[in-house]
């Protein structure tokens, strides 16, 4: 507790006032750990029993679990297949509140590195869309990244502010997440970095920035429409004033009474003009539940008004007559292509979900789901299509135990033998994609992404692996 900022101690003490001890002491014990099932690649059911952590539900989250402190799920080859994402229990409750549908237009305003953006995918199960943006270009990577593993197709990357956003997308998306930058004191106990840059003047700062976000975020909601607005610290002037604000500034706009969420504390009117309805948003506290510091609110727009209508992506852009590389490559080794619109831009194939509009001149860092690249006449799959398909939807595969030299091999991008076959191959670990080779006279050449190549731990005969 003694790197904890003094300031931030003092300023917690007059706020939580009797409970203050109660919530320092916090600090002395682990933060819990947790990860979200991919729905979109196994069910629950399966998962719980296939994986050999010591798994507790998360109970605000279906598909959410707290592992156990000695697992490591991380230095797992299901990682990197995909079948889950380490994420911090508290922070898989956004996403949740949002009830995302399938068929739904969903934006996630800020959303690297990518946990709530896969869970926001998920729920929509493949049908309607969902734009995930994010300005900073080394965490856009990450995001991207991110989704890829999770094998999400019907997304789509921006790079862009959020006014530039609201001008293309005036009153159009169904659902909303904006998990607004903040000063970050809810991750105090997980992240020794954000105590480090915290200082007594970032939760003001913070705020006004939360302002500008959500004003345009708003404009983007079409009338009816849901929209979460969450933070991860517990100053009031990010989280309680923020929304009151809002309220004030936006009359079309009012906050859900959300039920069924009883783990979570109300927000505190107290801390601001003691507006009642701030009552109705939620707050998270380290020593009341299993999780770190969140603050959550959830509005809806009121029906009154006209829901914008956008040209379709792919009436401007689509390839009318496919793409002869890419269909050939799937004659050869696909059972089952992904059907829907194509778009070739820079060699690059994607496929782009119907109900996708035109994105006029906004950046874009993907425009739709990364089929692969077109190469001196031939079609290069994409680790992205490897990771999106299932065994059986492919004329070859080789399938690796978790626990074998094989797969820690492969995952750190070396050359196998001893397999049979010609050509594409897709590469399965327990039955679960990893990635694509290619075989020739018994050698299974290695095409798993050099940037992602890492090395597994080796585990003897008898321990627990991972």
């Known amino acids: 507790m003694r790197d904890l900022p003094q300031a931030f101690l003092d300023k917690m003490k007059g706020l939580l006032k009797e409970q203050y001890s109660d919530f320092i002491e916090i ?8 990860l979200m099932v991919n729905t979109l690649k196994i069910d629950v059911k399966d998962f719980f029993t296939m994986v050999p952590f010591s798994l507790t539900p998360v109970p605000w989250a279906e598909g959410g679990f707290y592992y156990g402190y000695e697992d490591r799920p991380g230095k797992h080859p299901y990682y990197d297949a995909g079948l ?25 305003l800020c959303a690297a590195p990518g946990g709530k953006a896969f869970q926001l995918a998920a729920d929509l199960k493949n049908k309607g869309f969902l734009i995930a943006n994010e300005i900073d270009a080394a965490r856009v990577r990450v995001l991207g ?7 999400v197709k019907n997304v789509v990357i921006t790079r862009e502010t959020p006014d530039r956003l609201a001008m293309v997308f005036d009153s159009y998306f169904d659902r909303i997440l904006v998990d607004a930058p903040c000063s970050g004191e809810g991750m105090f106990r997980k992240n020794p970095e954000v105590r480090s840059m915290w200082s007594a003047t970032l939760p003001d700062r913070c705020s006004r920035r939360q302002k500008d976000i959500l004003k345009e975020a708003a404009r983007m909601l079409a009338p009816g429409g849901k929209m979460v607005y969450s933070t991860c610290t517990i100053s009031p002037e990010e989280n309680e004033e923020v929304v009151d604000w809002f309220l004030k500034q936006h009359q079309d706009f009012y906050l859900v009474e959300t039920g069924g969420f009883d783990w979570f504390d109300r927000g ?5 003009e003691r507006n009642p ?10 020593h009341r539940i299993k999780g770190e510091g969140h603050f959550i609110a959830v509005f809806e727009r009121k029906p009154n008004g006209k829901i914008r209508s956008l040209p379709l992506f ?21 059972c089952q292509e992904v059907e829907g619109p194509l778009y070739l831009h820079r060699n690059q194939l994607y496929w782009i979900s119907e109900s996708l509009p035109d994105l006029g001149d906004l950046r874009v860092f993907r425009p739709g789901f990364n089929l692969g690249e077109i190469r001196k006449g031939r079609f290069i799959p994409s680790h992205a299509l490897a990771l999106a398909l299932k065994k059986q939807q492919v004329f070859q595969s080789v399938d ?14 070396q050359t196998l033998n001893g397999f049979k076959g010609k050509g ?9 994609s990893l990635g694509w080779a290619r075989l020739s006279d018994g050698l299974m050449k290695n095409h798993y992404p050099k940037g992602l190549r890492r090395i597994l731990p080796d585990y003897a005969d008898g321990d627990k692996p991972y």
């Open 400 to 413: 690796l135990p978790a626990n074998s030299p094989e797969v820690r091999r492969y995952i750190n991008g």
């Open 84 to 108: 889950y994402y380490i994420q911090e229990p508290s922070a898989m409750a956004p996403a949740r509140l949002l009830q995302v549908k399938p068929g739904h237009k969903v934006l996630d």
């Open 424 to 432: 594409w191959v897709l590469v399965t670990v327990d039955g679960y």
């Open 145 to 151: 990244e991110n989704l890829e593993r999770m094998g």
């Open 27 to 34: 600090y002395r014990e682990p933060p819990n750990q947790g």
């Open 268 to 272: 505190l009117p107290e801390w601001t």
């Open 314 to 334: 792919y009436k401007r852009w689509g390839l009318r007559k496919g793409c002869p590389e890419y269909e050939s490559f799937v004659k050869e080794n696909i």
């Open 277 to 286: 309805e701030l009552a109705k948003t939620f707050r998270i506290w380290p």
